[in-house]
């Protein structure tokens, strides 16, 4: 049993190619798990795993999930052969509680989770379990759950949320000028700007996102920012909030990663 406070991490996880690339976020990822504290366990918080209800991968050996198209075979020939952890998708069925949380036997990693894990932690050799994001629920919701998720922290357990604040694939930039568009500079300096809030979950400007000009064209669709919530949730009053690396991608995609603790 780890008597160290496991940091909490949220990654900008962008293109599923970057698990096959070498460039400035995937070394960000490599250092993380390189220089942090080594976690007995992870629990995984996926931006892929959009569910109605709320459901934890309670299996002993979990899939690789190739759940995108259009891509090199190489790619798909990828696997993160990490081993799952029963006893603690069922801590985290007991810590959510009275949440109902359907411990799934189904799904697996996607490569929301194993994109970045596969570059912190190579050997796959950590177990791992993921967490999916109940899309019925409102963004407070997330952040308590985040907040329920915290005491994992104390005992070996690192949480690893996955997403990316701006991610607008209609509006990509794909060759020529890529500099980010503005409503995308602006949305992500917002986000920014406000990790460090510590007042009420109900006037928390994170939480409260949609109420930013920029956040509908940012976020068409809450799945890929809602897993920042559960790290925010998760920090406790005296931690700091640092950011491992950043940067915007074909105008519309953020790759802003943020660590607390």
Do not use: C
Request: aromatic share 10%.
């Amino acid at each position: 049993m780890s008597n160290t406070r496991m940091p909490a991490l949220f990654l900008g996880h962008g293109s599923p190619m970057n698990v096959l690339e070498d460039n400035r976020y995937t070394q960000a990822w490599q250092k993380l798990g390189a220089t942090l504290p080594r976690p007995r366990a992870i629990l995984a918080v996926s931006a892929h795993w959009y569910t109605r209800g709320t459901a934890v991968t309670a299996m002993s050996n979990p899939r690789t999930i190739h759940d995108f198209g259009g891509f090199p075979q190489a790619l798909f020939d990828v696997r993160y052969p990490a081993p799952g952890s029963p006893e603690l998708a069922q801590e985290v069925a007991e810590l959510l509680s009275p949440v109902m949380v359907h411990l799934d036997q189904e799904w697996g990693f996607d490569h929301g989770s194993w994109g970045v894990l596969a570059k912190m932690y190579p050997e796959a050799d950590i177990p791992v379990v993921q967490l999916s994001v109940d899309g019925t629920k409102p963004p407070a919701w997330h952040f308590e759950l985040g907040r329920k998720l915290a005491a994992l922290r104390e005992s070996g357990v690192m949480i690893v949320a996955s997403g990316n604040v701006v991610h607008n694939l209609r509006m990509l930039r794909w060759e020529g000028a890529t500099e980010a568009y503005p409503w995308a500079e602006s949305f992500n300096q917002y986000v920014l700007d406000n990790l460090n809030y510590q007042g009420e979950i109900t006037s928390h400007p994170l939480v409260n996102y949609l109420q930013h000009e920029g956040a509908k064209l940012s976020n068409p669709t809450p799945d890929h920012y809602l897993p920042l919530l559960y790290v925010l949730g998760a920090r406790h009053e005296d931690e700091g909030v640092s950011i491992p690396v950043e940067g915007m991608e074909m105008g519309a995609i953020s790759m802003l990663s943020v660590q607390v603790g």
